[in-house]
């Protein structure tokens, strides 16, 4: 799922190719796409582009009189820029919005099409869409100390809840529990004053160093590969390969659709997080420690 660096990417990418353009035609693909009924989508066209903003992980065009589009691509939604008039895409295409600079198409991989978009008319209504989250790097320390400690949960719970923290989701989650050298499960309220203060610094300085990242790369291109497995991440996506610190193989806890990368020498001192659907199968024989771990595998391969 497009998390916050990736937001702030598509929407450098598409101010100087949207923003004061006039939307000339809607053309939907997908019946799913469209989760509102009032305005309907035709009040967006023929309407000037006014800017862009970010609610969450959702991208937000304003347009001439009050009337707002927002978009939440969820995990497999893209935006991709073509010519003018171009042709839906047939498998992963869900809509073409005609502007008079060019075309800007909304895809979705896979058979279930989570992506959404709502048109919203006034600026109240589009309050209704935020999640209410803190932006990360707006606020100060206590203002961040405070909303985390709110409720007891485990870091990557609360790092990744909207409704705590704007835009932060599992993969820059994994990367900023790496960068400041906690577990993924350590409960909010557990924390002593340097490790909130740690991880302060490690959201700021992960957000800001990727967001600068993607744009350098990206240049004055459109971004055509969003994805949240890049080369240059630490322990996100990168299970089994080696620490770029410590060199020990980067562990993981899966649950559900996702799953959560650490290092256990450098989060978790050496100790190993269970697995819920291992541990369940291997109860007493699951693993505790890294070098308990490496045992078993050397015996297995005997």
Known sequence: MPELPDVLLYIHALEPRVVGETVEKVRLASPFLLRSVE?????????????????????????EGDIFLVFHLMIAGRFRWRPPRARIPGKLGLAAFDLSSGTLVLTEAGSVKRASLHVVSGVGNLSRHDPGGIEVLECGLEDFRRVLVSENHTLKRSLTDPRLFSGIGNAYSDEILYRARL??????????????????????????????RLQEETGDGF????????????????YREPCPECGARVQRIRYAANECNYCARCQTGGRLLADRSLSRLLKGDWPRTLEELEEIRTERSL
Do not use: Y
């Open 39 to 63: 305005p309907p989508i035709q009040e967006a066209e023929n309407r000037k582009v006014l800017g862009l903003c970010r609610l969450g992980k959702r991208i937000v065009f304003e347009l």
């Open 223 to 238: 971004p055509e590969r969003v994805t949240a497995f890049r080369p240059g991440m630490a322990v996100h996506g990168r």
């Open 183 to 212: 577990s993924p499960m350590k409960q909010t309220r557990h924390m002593d004053d340097a490790e909130i203060e740690s991880l302060f610094t490690a959201v700021r300085d992960v957000l800001r160093d990727w967001c600068l």
